[in-house]
């Protein structure tokens, strides 16, 4: 049996994955970010999808991923920017490799009450879900330094 704190981390782990996922897609089709938001309560949070079960996921947690990314998307971008190397630009980097990277700053920016090294380790995990193992580096690397300027 589960306990209460593995079942949360696991909601909170099953809400970053989620809304990486609503971030890429609010990226490539622009749908209104309520709707999207939405969707993804009423057919991605918990469903089995193509025999493909979602986790449960800390709806909240989620609710305040997407929203709080979408809403300091500026922020998030120069902070990111900031750490590329010289000659790389966000436009540069894979769509949801962004998505991974701006939630993962917003994380640290603004969910003080999440320990920094959960918050990198959740995002490389994410990152792993689509990339080789150098990639997940990159995570690594770019959000630590983020957090480090960002004072946590």
Not at 48 to 71: K, N, P, Q, W
Not at 116 to 123: F, L, N, P, V
């Amino acid at each position: 049996m589960k306990s209460p704190q593995n079942q949360r981390a696991l909601a909170r782990s099953a809400a970053r994955l989620a809304a990486v996922q609503a971030l890429y897609q609010l990226e490539m089709e622009q749908p209104a970010l309520v709707q999207l938001i939405d969707e993804f309560h009423m057919h991605r949070l918990g469903a089995s999808i193509e025999d493909v079960e979602y986790a449960d996921a800390d709806v909240a947690f989620f609710d305040d991923l997407v929203r709080g990314t979408a809403a300091r998307r500026d922020e998030i971008d120069g902070l990111i920017g900031g750490k590329l190397a010289q000659g790389w630009s966000l436009t540069r980097l894979d769509r949801t490799m962004i998505q991974i990277l701006r939630a993962g700053t917003y994380e640290l920016l603004a969910r003080a009450d999440v320990p920094k090294a959960t918050t990198i380790s959740e995002y490389v995990d994410v990152a792993h879900a689509f990339f080789e193992s150098r990639d997940a580096k990159f995570v690594n690397g770019l959000l630590d330094a983020i957090a480090k300027d960002a004072g946590r």
